[in-house]
């Protein structure tokens, strides 16, 4: 027996959306990811399902080797409008970085990707749409992750490189 995808209607995704939402709600990114497939293949530009698809593969972040990081900023990268792919992209480094931090990666590695992230809430905070916060509430978030796990544990390392070469850290 051969086993093909079938395409669903034309007129359903906006109920097909609706599904996925409430997938990665209940935590089931894999069947989010799915639907996104398939409204995608009918409709490839399909905005809303991009940014969905892009978030259930971070939702799917492991802090491994098989977290599928580029290809939700691929993904993102495609969204036709600059602020969503600067805020999306920022959110994928954000999303990576704390996968890593949550199976023990050392902090102090993981501060290039906070960085990035940083630095896309920033841009995106430069041109957001009126009354739209969501890149400031994602900068303040990575800022307090930052001052908590990484303040003692940073400094704890940037001592030790000093003892170890009897020169200031540059």
């Not at 990035?116 to 400031?136: M, S, T, V, Y």
């Not at 990575?142 to 070469?165: I, K, M, N, T």
Request: aromatic share 8%; hydrophobic share 40%.
């Amino acid at each position: 027996m051969e086993f093909k995808l079938k395409s669903i209607s034309a007129g359903s995704t906006a109920e097909a959306i609706s599904k996925v939402e409430l997938y990665r709600y209940l935590n089931e990114p894999e069947e989010a990811e799915s639907i996104c497939l398939d409204i995608l293949a009918i409709e490839p530009e399909n905005q809303m399902a991009l940014r969905l698809l892009g978030l259930a593969i971070t939702d799917q972040f492991t802090g491994g080797l098989s977290d599928r990081c580029g290809e939700a900023q691929r993904i993102f990268s495609s969204l036709t409008d600059r602020y969503e792919r600067l805020y999306y992209t920022g959110l994928v480094h954000e999303r990576w970085a704390k996968a890593q931090l949550a199976v023990g990666r050392p902090p102090h590695t993981l501060l290039v990707l906070f960085e990035q992230a940083l630095r896309c809430f920033e841009e995106a905070e430069k041109i957001r749409p009126a009354g739209n916060d969501d890149a400031i509430l994602r900068w303040n978030r990575c800022v307090r992750l930052l001052e908590s796990r990484l303040g003692s544990e940073w400094q704890r390392q940037e001592v030790e490189h000093f003892d170890a070469h009897d020169s200031p850290p540059i």
